[in-house]
């Protein structure tokens, strides 16, 4: 079974490259396959590296991590949850962050860099409220957690909802509506120096973590006597999730259906749950979102918000 | 009587003699040197190197006021959807076949690297994209024509950017002899109250804190809803309406009601406007009058030709629509109503 999940690794890994190269040589600006040698060699115009480094590498990067990532988080908490609809919504992690960036544009007019820290500490305060409401519950059962991302969900609604209601409709409100409905489009290098290595560092920590989340698919005793303990696991497990989630949704806003659609994809190939079948749902979760970028950016004259291709959030 | 004449004599020659000297003046500084640096409407400082000879606009008022500056060759890219404009059509045909950059609301930065510009106009609502069009060493504008004060810096910090002072000037002084024309014309009128219907249903309507609302006030209106402080169209009951019984009803440019639609309506029936039939929409045949366009002060001498008819005909407004645009745009234009 390993050996056949790995040929799909294998293949699906192929298929990235293959996307990613096509990926940074379309767009706008004539930046043909065969340039990028000189791009990199640095013989070619430098306006032309210039949208190379600053534009369309780092956009190209943040796309195929993005989809790993929260493909690879979805699947996770599927497992965890033991739910085929678990998704980093559950946790109240997307909403939290939506707040943080509301908050930013409409209390702080910020900028790009405030908005994206505001949504990141917007998500882990909601990861956090969320891990308390669950923790005061008395039978600390996976129901209370579910139980508890509605409520901080419900929460995070009203509060973007009154912010929404305060915002200045002409210029505040759009930013808001835009936000949520996630993009690519002023990624620059500087934009993703911070988020990159918090992801990648989390992503890494959590696939070290892939044993003692297999085992929490089983029955909380059964994993108990299996020498896991769910209670002091679990926090750790969804801690490192919504870092992923957060520092992700904070620069690109809300794009998180891919974190549901992944999973499924990759278990509907494989017919298989194991932390094998994670690593495709990720490369699956990197592939759908770099083609949907691509449709994005070069499908009219102005780039498409990501929501309309993943409209089901 | 002698000294009287000598007296006036004197005035006018001194007065001559001023105008004389700040027409010098003004003569001194119609070229723009380069580079020069100017501060844009998001306080940004922007040193312009050179006369710009690839200019973008991202937005269809700095559009517009390019072809009313003579930039139309200069013009390499403009903002989507081209077509919406009829006065692109008429004064410009060739921008409904240049490059697209993107819309307001996504605007697309590697479509405006691949023009090369070397002078890029964005409204300051596409803050993001400018931080990121500067640090890849593209020079950018940011503009904010929101209102008659804001426009007309508009115009001028446009118009040296891109060394049209004169042209500038030009326009900014048509603006004002329209504005002063009415405030004569004007004067002695009992004033008329005004109801602006939005653009999506009758029932939305300007408030003081939005263009149109400046608009009315130029013409010698009485907008109803000026204690309204929206900052966007704002939504009022029928019952409102009948209270503030307006003596006209305006129905905004790309409204999807009509002058029938409220003649049936019968809630309305009691309304001044409606029993004297004194309804009519902005007309929107050549640019949106009700947003700061260049020419929206045409949209303020709309109003009073509509209001006070006696005192500025439909004429007389047509002859001035035509002598504007003959001007600045050097089309034949004529208002459909």
Partial sequence: ?313 | MKKLLLLVLLCSLVISGCSVSSSKEMKTNTKSSYPQTLVDQLGREVTIEKEPKRIVSGYYISTSLLIALDLKDETVGIESKPEKRPIYSMAAPEFLELPNVGTMKEFNIEATLALEPDLVLLPIKLKDSIDVLEELGITVLAINPESDELLHETIALVAKATNRIELGDNLLNKIKTFNEKLKTLLSDVDQKSVYLGGNSELLSTAGSKMYQNTLITLANGKNVASDLSDAYWANISYEQLLAWNPDVILIASDAVYSKEDLLNDTNLQDIKAVKNKAIASIPGNLEAWDSPVPSSVLGSLWIASELYPEKYSKEEFGQDVRDFYSTFYQIEASVNE
């Fill in chain 1, 1 to 313: 079974m390993n050996k056949h999940i790995n040929k799909f690794i294998i293949c699906f890994a192929v298929l990235l490259g293959i996307l990613s190269i096509v990926s940074l040589s379309i767009g706008r600006y004539q930046i043909k396959f065969e340039d990028i040698p000189g791009i990199l060699a640095g013989t070619a115009s430098s306006m032309k590296i210039n949208v190379f480094i600053n534009l369309r590498l780092p956009r190209t990067m943040i796309v195929i991590l993005s989809g790993f990532a929260l493909s690879y988080v979805g699947s996770v908490l599927q497992t965890v949850f033991k739910n085929p609809l678990a998704a980093p919504e559950i946790i109240g992690v997307s909403s939290g962050a939506s707040v943080g960036a509301a908050f930013a544009i409409v209390i702080l007019s910020g900028g790009f860099y405030i908005t994206m820290l505001s949504a990141f500490i917007g998500a882990v305060l909601a990861l956090f409220l969320s891990l308390f409401i669950a923790s005061k519950s008395n039978q600390k059962s996976l129901a209370s957690f579910v139980l508890s991302g509605i409520v901080v969900n419900a929460l995070a609604q009203a509060t973007i909802m009154f912010l929404k209601m305060i915002a200045d409709p002409e210029r505040q409100l759009a930013s808001i509506e835009f936000w949520m409905m996630g993009g690519f489009n002023t990624i620059t290098s500087s934009k993703i120096v911070l988020v990159v290595p918090i992801t990648v560092i989390s992503l890494v920590l959590l696939m070290l973590f892939r044993r003692q989340v297999e085992i929490m698919a089983l029955k909380d005793e059964e994993a108990k006597t299996l020498g896991v303990d769910i209670r002091v696991i679990r926090p750790i497990v969804f801690l490192l999730c919504s870092i992923v989630v957060a520092s992700i949704v904070s620069v690109s806003g809300l794009i998180s259906f891919i974190g549901l659609i992944g999973p499924h994809l990759s278990r509907l190939i494989l017919k298989h749950n194991s932390s094998r079948v994670w690593m495709v749902s990720g490369l699956i979760g990197s592939c759908l979102l770099l083609l949907s970028d691509m449709v994005a950016r070069s499908i009219g004259t102005s780039e498409i918000p990501y929501l309309c291709f993943f409209c089901y959030k």
